[in-house]
């Protein structure tokens, strides 16, 4: 715990699995001298005060962020727009306004004309998740080791994008300051891309006559079944992704395609020597994860 909380009064917009996780992990520090929430549905806010995440719970964001001196927009992003317009106009001077979605440059887009002078903007975002979701799912160890990326704009005081990495520290993280559209770029192809994979092959599954279906599930291996697992990821959250960082997923999308075809014909004409020099390239990479400890 520490002695002195870092921030007054955390306002968490949304009490799903990565808002919930932070209220968790606030818990644990000691970060925050009251926690306030915010959920439109009522079982959540139900939820978020019997689990003890929250001080207060809101119905109105208005109320939840009314004397915040850090607000983490953790909802779908696709939200972000109304949020910020019903939220700016009650933003306290000082203040940090940040957020958790997965795509950045659409986060400035919508949040950027809603902050008031005087209200210091730091979009983030913390890579972490599970394919659960609501405030049930949620645990404070789910940031610890993983890293948090901060994509402040241009001109943002350096202090305050320390404190809020500070506050990512305590929370368990590695923090990491990027360019917004280089975040999104990587995030592409780390994120996204295998998102929209997943979602992709177990939607082929699922069109299979209904006898080959059931084989399918009962004899699923384990590539089947991780790809189920991140095919049963948030359906809004990631709808709101892909919609938000079109440009870069298309990119990437385009040269997966590429890449697929090229594999495509390797295998049509029996060129084992390509098959096997990709399979070894792409086994040092999972290697490479493992070491950074982030597998």
Same mark, same amino acid.
């Given at each position: 715990?520490?002695?002195?909380?870092?921030?007054?009064?955390?306002?968490?917009?949304?009490?799903?699995?990565?808002?919930?996780?932070? &209220?968790?992990?606030?818990?644990?520090?000691?970060?925050?001298?009251?926690?306030?929430?915010?959920?439109?549905?009522?079982?959540?806010?139900?939820?978020?005060?019997?689990?003890?995440?929250?001080?207060?719970?809101?119905?109105?964001?208005?109320?939840?962020?009314? /004397?915040?001196?850090?607000?983490?927009?953790?909802?779908?992003?696709?939200?972000?727009?109304?949020?910020?317009?019903?939220?700016?106009? *009650?933003?306290?001077? /000082? &203040?940090?306004?940040?957020?958790?979605?997965?795509?950045?440059?659409?986060?400035?887009?919508?949040?950027?004309?809603?902050?008031? !002078?005087?209200?210091?903007?730091?979009?983030?975002?913390?890579?972490?998740?599970?394919?659960?979701?609501?405030?049930?799912?949620?645990?404070?160890?789910?940031?610890?080791?993983?890293?948090?990326?901060? +994509?402040?704009?241009?001109? +943002?005081?350096?202090?305050?994008?320390?404190?809020?990495?500070?506050?990512?520290?305590?929370?368990?993280?590695?923090?990491?300051?990027?360019?917004?559209?280089?975040?999104?770029?990587?995030? &592409?192809? #780390?994120? *996204?891309?295998? *998102?929209?994979?997943?979602? +992709?092959?177990?939607?082929?599954?699922?069109?299979?006559?209904?006898?080959?279906?059931?084989?399918?599930?009962?004899?699923?291996?384990?590539?089947?079944?991780?790809?189920?697992?991140? &095919?049963?990821?948030?359906?809004?959250?990631?709808? !709101?992704?892909?919609?938000?960082?079109?440009?870069?997923?298309?990119?990437?999308?385009?040269?997966? #395609?590429? !890449?697929?075809?090229?594999?495509?014909?390797?295998?049509?004409? /029996?060129?084992?020597?390509?098959?096997?020099?990709?399979?070894?390239?792409?086994?040092?990479?999972?290697?490479?994860?493992?070491?950074?400890?982030?597998?």
């Amino acid at each position: 715990m520490t002695e002195t909380p870092l921030f007054r009064r955390v306002a968490l917009i949304g009490i799903g699995l990565i808002g919930s996780s932070l &209220a968790r992990a606030i818990r644990r520090g000691g970060l925050a001298g009251h926690i306030a929430g915010h959920a439109r549905s009522e079982r959540t806010r139900e939820a978020a005060v019997a689990l003890g995440l929250v001080d207060s719970i809101h119905a109105d964001p208005v109320a939840a962020v009314a /004397g915040a001196d850090l607000i983490v927009l953790c909802a779908p992003v696709g939200a972000y727009a109304d949020l910020g317009a019903a939220i700016g106009p *009650h933003l306290e001077a /000082g &203040a940090i306004l940040s957020d958790v979605g997965s795509v950045k440059q659409a986060v400035i887009r919508d949040l950027g004309p809603h902050v008031p !002078d005087g209200v210091h903007f730091v979009p983030g975002h913390p890579v972490a998740g599970t394919e659960h979701s609501g405030p049930e799912a949620g645990f404070a160890e789910l940031f610890d080791g993983r890293w948090c990326i901060l +994509t402040p704009p241009p001109g +943002t005081d350096a202090g305050v994008v320390e404190r809020l990495a500070e506050f990512w520290r305590r929370c368990g993280s590695h923090v990491e300051v990027m360019e917004p559209a280089h975040h999104d770029a990587v995030l &592409a192809i #780390t994120s *996204h891309l295998p *998102h929209l994979i997943a979602y +992709t092959i177990v939607g082929t599954a699922t069109d299979l006559e209904d006898a080959t279906e059931k084989e399918v599930i009962k004899f699923s291996a384990g590539g089947f079944r991780d790809f189920t697992r991140i &095919a049963a990821s948030d359906p809004v959250m990631w709808r !709101d992704v892909f919609l938000n960082n079109r440009e870069a997923v298309l990119e990437m999308l385009g040269r997966f #395609t590429e !890449d697929l075809t090229a594999l495509q014909r390797a295998i049509r004409w /029996g060129e084992g020597d390509k098959l096997e020099e990709l399979f070894v390239r792409t086994r040092a990479v999972r290697r490479g994860i493992i070491e950074a400890k982030q597998a």
